[in-house]
C-alpha cells in the first residue's frame, strides 16, 4: 500500500507531501522516481499500480481546486491504460475524500475528466445520536449538555471521536477537550480548525472579531 494525504496547497505542496510519502514508502528511486510535476505524480500511480500496489490518495477532493484540476486529466489517461489492460494490473488504485460535494464533482460529474472510472464505492456514513449514546454510555457522561457539546464539535464524524479517544479526553471537563484536541501544537483537530475558520469565513475573520469586540 502507497498512501498519500493530499494537502490543500498548491503543487508545490502537493508534490512535497508525495515525495515525504516516497521516502517513508522507502521505495527504490530508480523504479519509482519523485515527480516534479503533477503529470508524473499521475504517471507514478499508474506505474505502482502496475508494479502491484495499492495506491490510495486521501483527501482527493482536494484536486477540485483550480490550481489541482490538470492532475485528473492526467489520472484519466493512466486509468484508461490501465482499464484496457485490467486483466494484468495486480495492483489498484483508491481515492479517498471527506468532502461528498467535491468528490461528487470529481467523479460523478458527466464534464469531469474522471467520470464514469470508478469501478466500486464504499459509503461510511455518520454516526448518529443512538450510535453516539451508545459510545458515551461506555468511555462518558451521556447527559444531554455533554452530547449537544460533542455534536456541535464533531457532529458524527466517527473520526473525530476515535481522535477523542486516542487523546484520552471523551470524558474529559469541556477546557480540556478544547484545548488537547484543538488548541496545543500537537492537537489532532488543529490545521482542521484553522482550514475550517479560513473556508468558512474567507479570510474575513480579522473583521469579524473587530466587530464583535
Known amino acids: 500500500m502507497f498512501y498519500v494525504q493530499i494537502p490543500d496547497s498548491a503543487p ?9 510519502a516516497l521516502e517513508s514508502f522507502n521505495a527504490p528511486e530508480d523504479q519509482f522516481p519523485c515527480p516534479h510535476t503533477l503529470a508524473e505524480f499521475a504517471r507514478l500511480t499508474g506505474t505502482m499500480t502496475r508494479a502491484g500496489y495499492l495506491v490510495a490518495l486521501d483527501e482527493f477532493q482536494y484536486f477540485n481546486r483550480a490550481h489541482l484540476q490538470p492532475v485528473c ?3 484519466q489517461a493512466e486509468i484508461e491504460t490501465l482499464s484496457a489492460d485490467a486483466d494484468q494490473v495486480p495492483g489498484g488504485l483508491i481515492v479517498l475524500g471527506s468532502v461528498q460535494t467535491e468528490m461528487t464533482a470529481l467523479l460523478e460529474d458527466r464534464s469531469a475528466p474522471l467520470f464514469n472510472r470508478i469501478t466500486d464505492e464504499i459509503d461510511f456514513s455518520h454516526l448518529d445520536i443512538a450510535s453516539l449514546l451508545a459510545l458515551l454510555r461506555d468511555h462518558a457522561d451521556t447527559g444531554p449538555d455533554w452530547l449537544l457539546f460533542l455534536w456541535t464539535l464533531f457532529e458524527g464524524v466517527p473520526k473525530f ?3 477523542c479517544h486516542e487523546q484520552g479526553v471523551r470524558g474529559a471537563d469541556r477546557m480540556t477537550l478544547l484545548r488537547r484536541m484543538f488548541f496545543e501544537s500537537s492537537s489532532p483537530l488543529r490545521t482542521e480548525a484553522e482550514n475550517w475558520f479560513l473556508k468558512k469565513l474567507r479570510g474575513r475573520y480579522d473583521v469579524v472579531l473587530k466587530n464583535s469586540c
Request: a negative charge.
Open 12 to 20: 508545490a505542496g502537493v508534490l512535497s507531501a508525495v515525495h515525504d
Open 161 to 163: 471521536y476515535r481522535d
Open 73 to 75: 486529466s492526467s489520472l
